[in-house]
T-cell receptor, first 113, second 114 residues
């Protein structure tokens, strides 16, 4: 079955780069996503990458995908205190079709001054 | 363009009761998916509705059910509530096509069972 793993915590200094990692098991994954969740809020879609891509850049965000190792990462450049939140990676596979997303456990990013 | 709207935002119910949660997707979106978020289990997929039909289902007991109306609004119902049903329930809206990439989430309904 599908499984998505993330480390639980990451602490960085303001202005540094943050790298959040994720591994997944479903080899049929078509799209992989990064969502951000702030306290008391829903999930905000940050970016996504199609499984036949290696990299996608969107302003301060860079997504790297190593499909062979089933490893996904999100790099946030020039991290700000407003980036403090929980970050979830998610994969959408072909199993069952439709729009079912399998989420990782979430990584809590803390940005310190 | 309005986002995904979930109502109510907060609910407190007693064990054994039932509850209905509502989700209005983004205009033009035909797919609505529901997720349960708890500290212990994280985000888990409940089910997806597309054009009034359940298209996908997660591993939850039959006490969890849903439906979708012709205007794409969706409701989920939980019967015979248990303490473990306390969670944040999130719905996601998307266009629903096979090439569709983006799912947008609402703010969620926080359900507390006492």
């Amino acid at each position: 079955g599908e499984d998505v793993e993330q480390s639980l915590f990451l602490s960085v200094r303001e202005g540094d780069s943050s790298v959040i990692n994720c591994t997944y098991t479903d080899s049929s994954s078509t799209y992989l996503y990064w969502y951000k969740q702030e306290p008391g809020a829903g999930l905000q879609l940050l970016t996504y990458i199609f499984s036949n891509m290696d990299m996608k850049q969107d302003q301060r965000l860079t997504v790297l995908l190593n499909k062979k190792d089933k490893h996904l990462s999100l790099r946030i450049a020039d991290t700000q205190t407003g980036d403090s939140a929980i970050y979830f990676c998610a994969e959408r596979g072909l199993t069952g079709g439709g729009n079912k997303l399998t989420f990782g456990t979430g990584t809590q990013l803390k940005v310190e001054l | 363009k309005a986002g995904v709207t979930q109502t109510p935002r907060y609910l407190i119910k007693t064990r054994g009761q039932q509850v209905t949660l509502s989700c209005s997707p983004i205009s033009g979106h035909r797919s609505v998916s529901w997720y349960q978020q708890t500290p212990g289990q994280g985000l888990q997929f409940l089910f997806e509705y597309f054009s009034e039909t359940q298209r996908n289902k997660g591993n939850f007991p039959g006490r969890f059910s849903g439906r979708q109306f012709s205007n794409s609004r969706s409701e989920m119902n939980v019967s015979t509530l248990e303490l473990g049903d306390s969670a944040l329930y999130l719905c996601a809206s998307s266009l629903g096509g096979t090439g569709e990439t983006e799912a947008f989430f609402g703010q969620g309904t926080r359900l507390t069972v006492v």
